[in-house]
């Protein structure tokens, strides 16, 4: 069973940190992008960053960049995000994703059947003090 599982959300004061982790089991994560969605209340599911199976990465969202930084372990199957400097608006529930490529998207990266090959379950950030 192709399976994601998460871990590393909560509650954290504004300007702290937090690392997520997505580990894979039933298939290996080496040969496919990987990607961290994240969804707010009352908003839709958006694509933060992606990491190519080679290791490079791309950034969708502005609000983030020198903050997030999104890397992987392929000997451990695990894709990690970490973020400092957390503002109350990263408030959201995190979720990564195996993407069917080995490649990130340019521009928008979205979360469709066509492109997701597995999903997280989601694990919620909370930034507040």
């Known amino acids: 069973q192709l399976q994601l599982v998460e871990s590393g959300g909560g509650l954290v004061q504004p300007g702290g940190s937090l690392r997520l982790s997505c580990t894979a089991s039933?298939?290996?994560?080496?040969?496919?992008?990987i990607g961290w969605f994240r969804q707010a209340a009352g908003k839709d599911r958006s694509g933060v960053l992606c990491?190519?199976?080679?290791?490079?990465?791309?950034n969708y969202v502005d609000s983030v960049k020198g903050r997030f930084t999104i890397f992987r372990d392929n000997v451990k199957n695990t894709g990690y995000l970490q973020m400092n400097s957390l503002k109350p608006d990263d408030t959201a529930v995190y979720y990564c994703?195996?993407?069917?490529?080995?490649?990130?998207?340019?521009?928008?990266?979205?979360?469709?059947?066509?492109?997701?090959?597995?999903w997280g379950q989601g694990t919620q950030v909370t930034v507040s003090s």
């Open positions: 039933g298939f290996t994560l080496d040969d496919y992008a």
């Open positions: 990491i190519s199976s080679r290791g490079a990465s791309t």
């Open positions: 994703a195996a993407r069917r490529f080995n490649y990130c998207p340019m521009s928008e990266m979205k979360g469709d059947a066509t492109t997701i090959k597995s």
